[in-house]
């Protein structure tokens, strides 16, 4: 088993060896003897016994791909496994949306029919104890970390419910759940769609479509398409959904290789597109098809890029299985955008993308303009036709939100009031009770903090109201409204609230 596990460790180096550096077959057999004399040096001669599993798929093929760029990288039997259940766009959870903050976890909302729903998790209930551990000790990133241990096994929980001291038991059971890409829609105004894309799968598209023509199809004024945090996917559902707005022999992108000819895929004849007006909104982490899709409709001024500089992320990765159920995630080739922009940012010594020399240019063209004549920035990435920071807080927003007194004050609210319905608004007495609901938690503006930022305490409170007793959904509407970038595109469509 040791000596077949060598010899299949040495064939995927050859292999990977091969495929990345393209060398004449006398050298890299040259090579290959190098490595295998090295290993049979380092198992006959060293200290300790050496693990050949881990001398290889620890150390020499990853050593090998990391001299290529940051993207190439070995995949092993769990990596590639999981990598795999990645794809299949479902994952085991609970089926509960949950509000963290340092020491502390509420549940926001159940899905029906979910573990959370069967468990009898409440809207409102605080989740204190995880499989013994007490949440009150626990950062962010240690909370992120034992929610997702525990979606992996029955979870043993203690919760704090509004109202009631006692500790309430529950035990959930994770189940395979649905983890649909197209997360969010609703109208920002009448006849104006709001989309969310937070990945690429293969139904992206068609669900997109399917939503879109419910909403309206081409009744609709504009709609403005969410990308940010998308970090991307299956790049031909990136086609496909830039095809949903493009023109018949449209270019989409462009595939580059290191050595091979251009490659450029257009909308198919035959597909009807849609003819909405169109808002994209980026960030610094949409990436990859994502910014396929927002370089297409850039290029071609189907649609205004708003908010921030993206990703960079623009390289073809293929897959190949290895033997031992391993595989290598290789860079094969870059995408362009339709005017021949370089979606990856510059990466290496050489201010460039590592698939090509040091002595060529991997983006050889300077400068690069859309259909229409607009010039087009090209750094890497989409840079936005309107730059549009998100919005940040003052000290007395940041105190609040650190607090979670909104939060807390919708749970007591909820306690005394039913009927909540989609017009609720903020009364001007809740407010004084909100007033003094931070007095009480040594929370104490002053008079000019307080009046400036009115507008976005009543947001805030209606926000979470609404998220506990209508659903998040419902509640990402009352936030959109006062979102920059969301308003921003509004503006560019040429719809007002």
Excluded at 33 to 50: C, F, G, N, T
Aim: charged share 20%; with cysteine.
């Amino acid at each position: 088993m040791r000596k077949f596990l060598l010899m299949a460790l040495l064939a995927a180096a050859t292999y990977i060896c091969a495929a990345a550096h393209a060398r004449a077959d006398q050298t890299l057999d040259l090579e290959v003897k190098r490595l295998v004399d090295l290993y049979h040096l380092i198992e006959s001669r060293y200290a300790s016994p050496v693990d050949p599993e881990q001398a290889f798929y620890q150390g020499a093929i990853p050593g090998m791909l990391r001299t290529l760029d940051p993207h190439s990288a070995f995949l092993d039997r769990e990596q590639f496994e999981s990598l795999k259940q990645m794809q299949r766009s479902t994952e085991k959870g609970f089926g509960s949306v949950v509000s963290l903050v340092p020491g502390r976890v509420i549940v926001l909302q159940t899905l029906p029919e979910s573990p959370s729903a069967r468990a009898g998790l409440s809207p409102g209930d605080e989740i204190v104890a995880i499989n013994g551990y007490q949440l009150a000790r626990f950062g962010i990133d240690q909370l992120v970390a034992l929610l997702g241990e525990a979606r992996q096994d029955k979870a043993e929980l203690m919760v704090v419910r509004p109202g009631q001291t006692r500790l309430l038991p529950m035990t959930l059971v994770p189940a395979e759940m649905a983890d649909p890409s197209v997360q969010r829609s609703f109208l920002l105004a009448p006849k104006l769609a709001y989309i969310k894309v937070v990945n690429f799968e293969m139904k992206t598209a068609n669900d997109l479509r399917r939503i879109l023509d419910r909403m309206g199809g081409d009744e609709l004024k504009g709609l403005v398409l969410d990308f940010r945090g998308n970090p991307g996917g299956l790049v031909d559902a990136s086609v496909q959904m830039a095809a949903l707005f493009l023109k018949a022999d449209q270019g989409i992108l462009w595939v580059r290789g290191k050595e091979g000819p251009q490659e450029q895929v257009k909308v198919p004849d035959g597909l009807k597109a849609y003819s909405m007006p169109i808002a994209v909104l980026i960030d610094g982490k949409t990436a990859s098809a994502a910014e396929i899709v927002a370089g297409a409709l850039q290029d071609h001024d189907r649609a205004t890029i708003i908010g921030e500089p993206s990703f960079g992320k623009g390289i073809v990765q293929s897959v190949f299985n290895l033997s031992e159920g391993t595989a290598v995630a290789l860079t094969t080739a870059h995408y362009l955008t339709p005017s021949g922009r370089s979606i990856q940012r510059p990466l290496g010594a050489c201010d460039e993308f590592q698939l090509m020399p040091c002595s060529k240019s991997a983006n050889p063209k300077t400068s690069f303009t859309s259909d229409a004549g607009r010039p087009l920035e090209s750094r890497g990435g989409i840079v936005p036709d309107e730059i549009v920071p998100p919005r940040a807080y003052t000290r007395f927003e940041a105190a609040m939100e650190a607090s979670t007194s909104f939060l807390e004050y919708a749970q007591q609210y909820l306690q005394w009031h039913s009927g909540i319905t989609e017009d609720f608004e903020v009364t001007p007495e809740m407010l004084n009770e909100y007033q003094l609901f931070l007095s009480k938690r040594y929370i104490r503006p002053d008079l000019a903090e307080w009046s400036s930022t009115l507008s976005y305490i009543r947001s805030r409170l209606k926000q979470e109201i609404i998220n506990l007793a209508l659903g998040v959904a419902k509640g990402d509407e009352v936030e959109a409204q006062r979102d920059p970038q969301i308003q921003a595109a509004m503006r560019a469509l040429n719809v007002s609230n």
